[in-house]
């Protein structure tokens, strides 16, 4: 059985930062621009107290919603 | 014999249709189904016109405290539930060193919504391990119990204040695991974490902290045995539960284990959610793995008033944080006309007054009020020439904090879309919360509501089919081999219910809480008797027994 597409994720490992998941996960990438794209598609990471802190069990996006989806309701 | 029960339907979990027949239990097990029984039993039961049934079992509560003193989880029982699962969303009694009782009673206080005085007094901390939280339960039992380890208490036994700071190191990884493994020969059924869950401070509960690849550790052991992972996915996002998906699949084919993940929730405002996780769960499922998303039955309403700090109120860290000071400090706060501006700008910003508007009374204590009751805040508002936030708090003032509202079909509550939901042969029934959130709802007569609505007046179920989800396949799911289904051999946990009847009473408060704390219940209709293990346990003409027969089962 083969799954369908699903958006991309990944979990931080152990120490890692949001430049080193920046780098990691969007290789080729500047960081500048890794970096604002990861926030773009991680807003319920960065809308919560403190904005941008990455606890070990969270789902980082890296890539935007996909086409069709209705949205991250 | 010891109990035969006559003349009744026999509904027996496999989703067959149900025949008349007899039953005969003998020393806690069930030794004769169908046909007449010749000869008297110690007892006998005349279930004449009434379903006889294996009882319910609930996978998703949080008893874990009130066990201590309440063995017969009231009112679950009385509602036909003879097994519990407690230890859900990473929190269970144990095992817990002494030193860290005060973190876990905030987490638990922030949950359950437990009082004070659950924790002070109304029983004797006599336990750390695993082993020890099931020795304080014996002989207090009066329904079985199936308890989960709690990821946040592992990880704080074994990190101590660095459980909600950072990764675990190897070393810590290894102790978890053999702490889990020691929950688990204890007779642990398996091991729940959340991904949701604050503290009293609002701040994560410590499963939050882990890595994927300490979840991965932990699901190594839980592979050993066959166990349940149980999860709170961000329920509230679809993408995030269909990452939470994944990972459960990916956990449970790693380790052949079975995981579920609890609530998923239908609601108009995100009306896709159910359809992409459901598409995800089953081609997840088609792989071979075991993704149990549970569904409640009932729809979300929240009761509450000013005097606790309800989940009404966790919206906003200061209604919420203002609703957690002592009495006369909050009643300072709500009248100094500032911090109320403050207030009422959270809660209807931009002059939006929708998450209110709805909001009913639904009583007070001062008799000049009493024309308010049934009415929405919308309404008085409009009338005062004020906001339903601004009406709300005043009335509550002018009770002495007292008066109760309710927030009703706050979502889940289209029965169009709740029954085929919840009959999907992918759905586990569950989620039902029993024992929590007891100062925001009642969370008690799931299975009535599902019988009353899904059964009888839409037929989204047959009598059968329904029996079926929430006995026989919830035993599977599980991995419970000697519940679940009327058969000789298995143990005797029986429900009998008129099925014209059977549903949940209204909504009312109680006072039964320890040093009489409140909460809000609601007890069963249309139940007849309840049997667990081969005694009765409650009865319509008796109520509850003396009889502690419940146990710990385990996978």
């Known amino acids: 059985m083969t799954l369908s597409r699903s958006r991309s994720f990944t979990t931080a490992h152990p120490g890692e930062d949001w430049p080193d998941i920046a780098r990691r996960a969007l290789p080729g990438e500047a960081t500048d621009a890794a970096l604002e794209a990861l926030k773009s598609w991680n807003l319920h990471l960065f809308l919560r107290q403190p904005g941008g802190r990455i606890l070990g069990s969270d789902v980082i996006f890296t890539e935007a919603p996909l086409p069709g989806a209705a949205g991250d309701g | 014999m010891d109990l035969i029960i006559r003349n009744g339907r026999l509904v027996d979990g496999t989703g067959l249709p149900g025949f008349l027949g007899d039953l005969g239990v003998a020393d806690g097990r069930i030794v004769h189904v169908g046909g007449r029984i010749p000869g008297r039993a110690a007892r006998e039961i005349d279930a004449a016109g009434a379903v006889v049934a294996p009882g319910f079992i609930d996978p998703h509560t949080h008893f874990d405290v009130q066990l201590l003193w309440d063995g017969q989880a009231r009112p679950a029982l009385e509602h036909g539930i003879t097994t519990v699962v407690p230890g859900n969303c990473s929190l269970s009694l144990a095992p817990l060193k002494a030193e860290h009782r005060p973190r876990l009673v905030g987490m638990f206080q922030q949950i359950e919504e437990m009082p004070d005085a659950a924790f002070d007094g109304a029983f004797e901390w006599t336990w750390e391990s695993f082993d020890g939280y099931l020795d304080a339960l014996e002989g207090k039992l009066g329904v079985n119990v199936a308890p989960l380890a709690g990821h946040s208490v592992i990880r704080l036994w074994v990190m101590g204040d660095a459980a909600t700071e950072r990764a675990a190191t190897a070393e810590e990884l290894t102790a978890m695991q053999a702490l889990l493994r020691q929950c688990l020969e204890a007779g642990a059924i398996g091991l729940s974490t959340s991904f949701v869950d604050v503290d009293e401070k609002l701040q994560p509960v410590p499963s939050r902290y882990a890595h994927f690849e300490e979840i991965d550790a932990l699901a190594s052991v839980l592979g050993e045995y066959g166990r349940m992972l149980q999860v709170v996915p961000e329920f509230y996002a679809t993408d995030i539960t269909l990452a939470r998906v994944d990972q459960l699949a990916e956990l449970s084919l790693k380790h052949q284990i079975p995981t579920t993940f609890s609530p998923l929730f239908d609601s108009a405002a995100t009306p896709d959610n159910v359809n992409r996780v459901l598409a995800r769960v089953s081609e997840q499922m088609a792989r071979g793995a075991r993704v149990w998303p549970q569904v409640q039955t009932r729809p979300i309403d929240i009761s509450f008033t000013f005097e606790v700090a309800s989940l009404m109120f966790a919206f906003t860290p200061g209604w919420y944080v203002t609703m957690r000071l002592p009495r006369e400090e909050k009643i300072a706060a709500l009248s100094n006309p500032e911090r109320l501006d403050e207030l009422v700008d959270a809660a209807e910003p931009g002059g939006n007054i929708e998450r209110f508007e709805s909001v009913r009374v639904r009583a007070v204590i001062r008799r000049e009020d009493e024309a308010l009751v049934g009415r929405t805040l919308g309404d008085i508002a409009a009338e005062r020439g004020s906001t339903p936030a601004r009406v709300m708090v005043a009335i509550a003032l002018a009770n002495d904090l007292q008066a109760s509202f309710l927030a009703a079909d706050l979502g889940h509550n289209d029965p169009a879309r709740i029954g085929p939901l919840l009959a ?83 909504e009312e408060v109680a006072h039964d809480m320890p040093e009489q704390g409140m909460r809000y219940v609601r007890h069963a209709r249309g139940i007849e008797a309840v049997i667990v293990n081969g005694e009765l346990a409650w009865s319509t003409q008796g109520g509850y027994s003396d009889a502690h027969s419940g146990r710990v089962v385990n996978a």
């Open chain 2, 424 to 506: 999907h042969p992918m759905v586990h029934i569950g989620a039902s919360d029993g024992g929590a959130h007891i100062q925001s709802f009642a969370t008690y007569g799931d299975t009535g509501y599902l019988f009353r609505h899904f059964v009888r007046d839409r037929q989204d179920f047959t009598l059968e089919g329904a029996v079926k989800k929430i006995t026989a396949d919830t035993a599977r799911i599980w991995g419970i081999t000697d519940r679940g289904l009327l058969k000789p051999g298995m143990a005797a946990d029986i429900t009998i219910f008129d099925p014209d009847v059977i549903d949940r009473a209204e």
